[in-house]
């Protein structure tokens, strides 16, 4: 089936430390996208990439890092500068341009204590 | 820079009944695309509207994009239990597609 893998789905941290989360997609699309969602407050776009090896900072980047090696997938660090990092993730793609839609993800739940 | 802001944010409907969410952009919008999340699931893509005026249907649903390609509205008519969720409206002036989204309106539904 295509769609796009994240793991884990819950995911508990301690504070201060640094935490990937996984994002692996085989629908061949060009396009990725990192979200935060908080309740109440929508989607916020964290980090995007449009190719491999290159990605662009999106609303809320600070505290957040990726990586885009491979087509299928972009891996999202949450690091220990992230200073509210718990949250719902959720990691979509798209073709480009995105006329079909997003496809999302069914996201990692992190919780930090 | 672009913002996409959605009224109301919270709705609340009997069974039976019509509603009606809007989305409002501060710039003019390429296309709009409307999502749709169950409580506990993750967004799924609804439809794409693209041309000034256009009016698209699924079922009890009917989107609609306005003249000047600022605003757009979902309506539901006849609401199920199965409508519950939180619809967001997502647009884009990029010529690739990155969506800016809308902060969504939950809609909760009583029997």
């Known amino acids: 089936d295509g769609g796009i893998t994240q793991s884990p789905k819950y995911l508990f941290r301690k504070e201060g430390q640094n935490v990937t989360l996984s994002c692996e997609q085989n629908?061949?699309?060009?396009?990725m996208y990192w979200y935060r969602q908080d309740p109440g407050q929508g989607l916020r776009l964290i980090y995007y990439s449009q190719i491999v090896n290159d990605f662009q900072k999106g609303d809320i980047a600070e505290g957040y890092s990726v990586s885009r090696e491979k087509k299928e997938s972009f891996p999202l660090t949450v690091t220990s500068a992230q200073k509210n990092p718990t949250a719902f993730y959720l990691c979509?793609?798209?073709?480009?341009?995105?006329?079909?839609?997003?496809?999302f993800g069914s996201g990692t739940r992190l919780t930090v204590v | 820079g672009q913002q996409v802001m959605q009224i109301p944010q919270y709705q609340h409907v009997q069974e039976g009944e019509d509603f009606t969410t809007y989305c409002n952009s501060s710039t003019t919008l390429s296309n709009i695309q409307w999502y749709k999340q169950r409580p506990g699931g993750h967004p799924v893509f609804l439809i794409q509207?693209?041309?000034?005026?256009e009016v698209k249907k699924q079922k009890r649903l009917t989107f609609q994009f306005g003249e000047a390609k600022k605003n757009s509205s979902l309506h539901i008519t006849a609401t199920q239990t199965t409508d519950v969720g939180t619809y967001f409206c997502a647009g884009t002036t990029d010529s690739w597609g990155k969506l800016q989204f809308g902060a969504g309106t939950q809609v909760v539904v009583t029997p």
């Open positions: 629908l061949n699309h060009d396009a």
């Open positions: 979509a793609t798209s073709s480009v341009p995105s006329n079909y839609g997003y496809t």
């Open positions: 509207l693209v041309k000034s005026g």
